[in-house]
């Protein structure tokens, strides 16, 4: 259990500085208790104090690292249970699994081909894991070496034999794969390949309980780059340890959960198996090993995880400037809208359907909505008269004209008067805006 504010406040400098951030040594004190603050942000704490705040001090999951170089994954060190209550911040590793029994070569290959582009995001796979089905260490020891030459990429090395996890680590020991796994039979020999090549260790246990005791017995021997797997394999017995991991680590400080978890897919049937992955990636696997490796898999679960680690209070949103799509003239028509990107996209895809070259202003609203702004006055005459001077669009147009989005056709009059353009009332719904053009640029 961690101290509580008050525990901690004793052992602050009690100044008000401010200089943590916090406006008082005891506010600093209850976010330092809730794990919401880092005893780093005091510059004045003592050494002795360091000691004593050491576990208060310590994030409730751990932060261990994957990989090496530009592909190294973090995981962990969240400190939420929900995240309207804050934000989660290192995303889930979604690692496709290949197996050594099968064509190692071709699978490798197109795993470093999944890359997506979607509403101006590109999505990648993270981590590969390589699985040693076959029970030979010379066949395992191929596998790994021949994914190491397809991918830079993360690895997951998985077998809970430790002379075939020896000869893996052989090919790859370099690059810090994650080692999977230590269990209560073998875990000794796990933890001394673990240490001696600095690569982060799975906890596989039979169970929470299970997993607790051996997580406890492993840190004992000085060896705490771990992550967690309660060995559920079962979607609702995974969904609740991976709940239970991250409730009590969060909430109740319990060590021995105070680590990131991973998670295995076990469904057969594709799309069944992407629920599955959906269902751990929301609740609360820091790794997700799956075996689907076809885009339309993987997409939905790459753009969901990609929505769950964006900050709730601070809207997704695009630059703010003027976008050209196709290759516009002095003549092509100008819409207006939003900075929002997905009112934005929705906006740019619909233009491009028209297959009629024009140009968008994007307008700094803070990355929200049409008629979210328009009530916030965000998206009113003046700041569209302003975002038309910022970017430079009466240099690149003859005419005047500005199409409005149609559900704020009451701004027409102002707008006209205010940056001198002439205001084209456009559909009310993105959806209109191809036969809107054809009918009026064509």
Same mark, same amino acid.
């Given at each position: 259990?961690?101290?509580?504010?008050?525990?901690?406040?004793?052992?602050? !400098?009690?100044?008000?500085?401010?200089?943590?951030?916090? !406006?008082?040594?005891?506010?600093?004190?209850?976010?330092?208790?809730?794990?919401?603050?880092?005893?780093?942000?005091?510059?004045? %704490?003592?050494?002795?104090?360091?000691?004593?705040?050491?576990?208060?001090?310590? &994030?409730?999951?751990?932060?261990?690292?994957?990989?090496?170089?530009?592909? $190294?994954? *973090?995981?962990?060190?969240?400190?939420?249970?929900?995240?309207h209550d804050k934000r989660f911040f290192h995303p889930t590793g979604v690692a496709v699994l290949i197996s050594d029994s099968e064509d190692v070569a071709a699978k490798a290959e197109a795993f470093e081909a999944l890359e997506f582009h979607r509403v101006g995001m590109h999505y990648v796979t993270d981590m590969v894991a390589v699985k040693c089905d076959s029970g030979d260490a010379g066949k395992f020891k191929a596998a790994v070496e021949t994914v190491a030459g397809k991918t830079k990429k993360a690895m997951v090395l998985i077998t809970e034999d430790p002379a075939i996890m020896e000869a893996g680590l052989g090919v790859v020991a370099d690059r810090k794969p994650l080692i999977?796994?230590?269990?209560?039979?073998?875990?000794?020999?796990?933890?001394?390949?673990?240490?001696?090549?600095?690569?982060?260790l799975v906890v596989k246990g039979e169970g929470l309980d299970a997993t607790a005791e051996l997580v406890e017995k492993i840190v004992a021997l000085d060896y705490k780059e771990l992550v967690l797997d309660s060995g559920a394999r079962e979607t609702s017995k995974v969904l609740a340890d991976l709940t239970q991991f991250r409730r009590l680590a969060v909430r109740k400080k319990f060590r021995p959960f105070g680590y990131p978890a991973i998670a295995f897919t076990a469904k057969e049937d594709p799309r069944e198996e992407v629920v599955q992955a959906g269902t751990y990636l929301s609740k609360y696997a820091d790794v997700l090993v799956l075996k689907a490796s076809g885009k339309q898999q993987l997409l939905p679960l790459l753009s969901w995880r990609q929505n769950l680690y964006t900050d709730p209070q601070k809207p997704i949103a695009v630059e703010a400037k003027?976008?050209?799509?196709?290759?516009?003239?002095?003549?092509?028509?100008?819409? %207006?809208?939003?900075?929002?990107?997905?009112?934005?996209?929705?906006?740019?895809?619909? %233009?491009?359907?028209?297959?009629? &070259?024009?140009?968008?202003?994007?307008?700094?609203?803070?990355?929200?909505? $049409?008629?979210?702004?328009?009530?916030?006055?965000?998206?009113?005459? *003046?700041?569209?008269?302003?975002?038309?001077?910022?970017?430079?669009?009466?240099?690149? %147009?003859?005419?005047?004209?500005?199409?409005? &989005?149609?559900?704020?056709?009451?701004?027409?009059?102002?707008?006209?008067? *205010?940056?001198?353009?002439e205001v084209v009332v456009g559909p009310r719904e993105a959806s209109g805006i191809t036969k809107f053009s054809k009918e009026n640029f064509a």
């Open positions: 259990m961690g101290l509580t504010g008050l525990e901690i406040y004793k052992h602050l !400098p009690k100044t008000n500085c401010k200089d943590c951030g916090s !406006p008082t040594c005891l506010a600093f004190a209850m976010a330092l208790a809730s794990g919401k603050a880092s005893l780093d942000a005091c510059p004045h %704490v003592t050494e002795e104090a360091k000691g004593a705040l050491d576990s208060a001090s310590a &994030p409730p999951i751990k932060l261990v690292k994957v990989g090496t170089g530009d592909h $190294v994954v *973090e995981l962990g060190e969240e400190t939420e249970i929900f995240r999977h796994a230590a269990t209560a039979a073998n875990f000794e020999k796990m933890v001394a390949l673990a240490k001696a090549n600095s690569c982060p003027l976008y050209d799509i196709g290759a516009p003239t002095e003549e092509s028509p100008v819409y %207006v809208t939003t900075n929002f990107s997905l009112t934005y996209f929705i906006v740019e895809g619909e %233009v491009e359907s028209s297959r009629i &070259p024009s140009r968008i202003l994007s307008v700094d609203t803070g990355g929200i909505s $049409v008629l979210t702004a328009y009530a916030d006055n965000k998206f009113s005459a *003046e700041t569209i008269t302003a975002a038309i001077k910022k970017s430079g669009i009466e240099d690149k %147009v003859k005419h005047r004209k500005l199409v409005l &989005p149609g559900h704020v056709a009451v701004l027409k009059g102002a707008l006209e008067e *205010e940056s001198g353009w």
